[in-house]
């Protein structure tokens, strides 16, 4: 039986001068689903930080919905936004070092022409009391095949750091 | 190398489904997943039947998020089980992303468990966790939502996985 669940180019490592944002660009359409795998840590003081995505460059706030369920140490609560665009979680740079966040995107259907829903899951983990764990839904409302994702730390000064890692795969039906 | 992750089958649905059901699945993976993406006539959960078996021999634990506040919900001795519990399959389509676990699902010494997570950005987050009380290989699957009908065009599709 012909491979179905394949990486789509190749993973991105970042390198020692950090990078302000992960992309991967020209994604071909010839998959069903597409699942982004991202080891990340970034510059932003505290425990974590999270980024903010969008699909094809679009970064207009009001087309894309989220609602997260989020732990926070000991806490849990849920929120939502329709504008902040915000994603998976990077480890912060007060975290425990060489400690990263880990997080999956799955986006079924991502080359049809309705809308995308997309399901994230992400969590940090350090040696301190607090630290951060989110199921994330966003819907983005684009009806265009996503040819491109992109990442970038929500504080605007952040960078991802050294050793932040991801990989997009693509899954086949058929 | 071995494939490891593969399509057993998909349905993308037509004719205002009530359900959808996966029959004749094999024993010779180890895991499946399966990935829905669809929405419903109205605002409907998810439930999952295996082998036709529609008694009270399933028991659920869901942890949501509506945007607002987080909370946990424990059934147990019910008749399906449930992948949310906030109605993502609605009229806004394809808003509705579930993808569920069953692990182990071919064995026939242990009841089986799901792990499920269930996304609609207009509605909420859910992680749901089911337990059927058989040690039947599991060889059928029924989805269907507890009310309304499927939106046509929703798609299912099941996938196998193998430990080797």
């Given amino acids: 039986m012909a491979n179905t669940y394949i990486q789509i180019g190749s993973t991105v490592t970042v ?23 991202i080891s990340s840590r970034s510059t932003q003081a505290g425990l974590g930080e999270a980024n903010r995505i969008s699909f094809n460059g679009d970064t207009t706030s009001g087309n894309y919905t989220q609602k997260r369920l989020l732990g926070v140490g000991s806490g849990a609560g849920s929120s939502q936004s329709q ?61 265009a095949a996503i040819t491109s994702i992109a990442l970038v730390p929500e504080t605007g000064s952040s960078t991802f750091v050294q050793y932040s890692t991801a990989a997009l795969y693509g899954i086949k039906k058929s | ?21 996966f029959s004749s699945i094999a024993g010779t993976y180890t895991d499946l997943v399966i990935i829905v993406n669809g929405g419903s006539s109205t605002a409907a959960d998810l439930h999952i039947q295996f082998n036709g078996d529609t008694g009270n021999n399933y028991s659920r634990t869901i942890l949501s998020g509506d945007g607002t506040s987080a909370t946990s919900l424990r059934q147990t001795s019910v008749n399906y089980i449930r992948t949310d519990n906030q109605g993502y399959l609605n009229t806004t389509f394809p808003a509705a992303t579930h993808i569920i676990n069953i ?16 996304s609609n950005a207009s509605t909420g987050v859910d992680a749901s966790f089911g337990l059927w009380r058989s040690t039947a290989a599991i ?5 269907s939502p507890n009310a309304g009908t499927l939106t046509n065009g929703s798609t299912f599709t099941l996938y196998g996985i193998k430990a080797a």
């Fill in chain 2, 139 to 143: 060889t059928s699957i029924n989805l």
């Fill in chain 1, 83 to 143: 504008t902040l665009r915000e994603s998976l979680f990077n480890v912060g740079s007060n975290a425990t070092a060489s400690t990263f966040a880990n997080s999956e995107i799955y986006i079924p259907n991502y080359a049809s022409a309705n809308a995308k829903s997309v399901s994230i899951d992400t969590v940090t983990e350090n040696n301190a009391t607090e630290a951060y764990a989110a199921l994330i839904a966003i819907l983005w409302s684009g009806t």
């Fill in chain 2, 1 to 21: 190398m071995a494939t490891t992750y593969e399509p057993i089958t998909t349905t993308t649905t037509s004719g205002n489904a009530s359900s959808v059901t």
């Fill in chain 1, 15 to 37: 390198g020692s001068g950090g990078a302000a944002d992960i992309t991967f660009s020209s994604i071909p359409a010839t998959f069903t689903d597409l699942k982004l795998v």
């Fill in chain 2, 103 to 118: 692990m182990n699902y071919s064995n026939t010494t242990t009841n089986k468990t799901t792990v499920s997570r269930a």
